[in-house]
């Protein structure tokens, strides 16, 4: 098959302080030209946020935010007025508009590790808003569960023709990939996939446009993001 294979170590790695961070495409202090993100997806940053720490508030203006916790709990609060706690198997959607300030603090004793997920809108200057939901796939196993999309059946709505599944699968399992949209990127969470004759490890990523089959060579998570022609 046609694709390319985005490697763990070819990600920009950041530690300062309380805050240990993978760039999957350039971002902040990290700029590497030959990763500046796929189709409208911009950033995806693993961060590892140790206990009492965070960031604190910060502004965003049009860009979807996809947060994706994974071990922990993170306090979020913003200029809309939304005070909430986004825990592992949660997802979090603000859509920043016109424009929001927000703050993300872990208030716990244990490290959080979580994503960042940054798409671009195809609407721009919009109002605010905020979107949270549980949804974890160590749950219920072996299958695709839409975060987000574009259209009424998606638990949460994203300003973007762009789908965002993610699942759990078990070794020796396969799900399908049938992209909706033009252009497919699947993002490892941990253990080993094989899409075609690739194989996909945790931190690594797959872009490719054709449907595929993925299976697990172990048991693995990972994040399929179904992406608009560009």
């Given at each position: 098959?046609?694709?390319?294979l985005?490697?763990?170590?070819?990600r920009?790695?950041?530690?300062?302080?309380?805050?240990?961070?993978?760039?999957?495409?350039?971002?902040?202090?990290?700029?590497?030209?030959?990763?500046?993100?796929?189709?409208?997806?911009?950033v995806?940053?693993?961060?590892?946020?140790a206990?009492?720490?965070?960031?604190?508030?910060?502004?965003?203006?049009?860009?979807?935010?996809?947060?994706?916790?994974?071990?922990?709990?993170?306090?979020?609060?913003?200029?809309?007025g939304?005070?909430?706690?986004i825990?592992?198997?949660?997802?979090?959607?603000?859509?920043?508009?016109?424009?929001?300030?927000?703050?993300?603090?872990?208030?716990?004793?244990?490290e959080?590790?979580?994503?960042?997920?940054?798409?671009?809108?195809?609407?721009?200057?919009?109002?605010?808003?905020?979107?949270?939901?549980q949804?974890?796939?160590?749950?219920?196993?072996?299958?695709?569960?839409?975060?987000?999309?574009?259209?009424?059946?998606?638990?949460?709505?994203?300003r973007?023709?762009a789908?965002?599944?993610?699942?759990?699968?078990?070794a020796?399992?396969?799900?399908?990939?049938?992209?909706?949209?033009?252009?497919?990127?699947?993002?490892?969470?941990?253990?080993?996939?094989?899409?075609?004759?690739?194989?996909?490890?945790?931190?690594?990523?797959?872009?490719f446009?054709?449907?595929?089959?993925i299976?697990?060579?172990?048991d693995?998570?990972?994040?399929w993001?179904d992406?608009?022609?560009?």
């Amino acid at each position: 098959m046609n694709a390319y294979l985005h490697r763990s170590e070819d990600r920009g790695h950041v530690k300062m302080g309380w805050l240990d961070t993978k760039h999957s495409f350039s971002f902040g202090s990290w700029y590497n030209p030959k990763y500046m993100g796929v189709s409208v997806l911009r950033v995806i940053n693993d961060d590892s946020i140790a206990a009492h720490n965070g960031f604190g508030t910060h502004p965003h203006d049009n860009m979807e935010i996809l947060t994706c916790v994974l071990n922990g709990a993170i306090s979020h609060r913003d200029s809309m007025g939304n005070e909430r706690h986004i825990s592992a198997g949660e997802w979090q959607l603000m859509s920043a508009g016109t424009g929001v300030q927000h703050s993300e603090i872990n208030n716990g004793d244990e490290e959080v590790h979580m994503l960042q997920i940054w798409i671009q809108p195809n609407v721009r200057n919009a109002e605010p808003t905020y979107q949270q939901i549980q949804r974890d796939p160590n749950a219920e196993p072996n299958q695709w569960h839409l975060i987000v999309g574009p259209n009424d059946n998606a638990p949460m709505h994203i300003r973007q023709q762009a789908e965002v599944k993610t699942a759990v699968l078990q070794a020796g399992k396969q799900l399908d990939v049938a992209a909706t949209q033009a252009v497919n990127y699947v993002h490892v969470i941990r253990g080993e996939i094989s899409i075609g004759e690739h194989t996909v490890k945790a931190g690594d990523a797959l872009l490719f446009a054709e449907d595929a089959v993925i299976e697990a060579k172990e048991d693995s998570q990972f994040i399929w993001f179904d992406l608009p022609k560009q």
